[in-house]
């Protein structure tokens, strides 16, 4: 799949490298956006299509998002999100000279 790449994959979780300029989420249905290319992903590889978003990130940022891959599994990771277990890192790349 070229919109994406997998990073991770497990009977839990799965991690995909989104590219610039790809939105998570719309409600465009005519505009590809990388929850439904998850979803379309998991089907052709012969799972479940359940792709429920962990965190998101703008269409215009490079970076890591995760999915769960079961009701169980969003359960549980929403859990740590509202505990504060789970720990978010932001990076950036910059070019150039920093003013």
């Known amino acids: 799949m070229s919109d994406f790449s997998v990073a991770w994959n497990d009977d839990d979780i799965l991690v ?3 590219p610039f300029g790809l939105c998570v989420q719309t409600k465009n249905i005519t505009r590809k956006d990388l929850e439904s290319l998850v979803a379309n992903y998991l089907s052709q590889k012969g799972s479940d299509p359940y792709a429920r978003l962990l965190q998101r990130l ?4 490079y970076g890591l998002v995760a999915f769960a891959k079961s009701r169980e599994a969003a359960a549980k990771f929403s859990c740590q999100i509202e505990c504060g277990t789970m720990k978010k890192t ?3 790349l910059v070019t150039g000279a920093v003013k």
């Open 16 to 18: 995909v490298v989104k």
């Open 58 to 61: 703008d269409a215009p940022v």
């Open 90 to 92: 932001y990076m950036a």
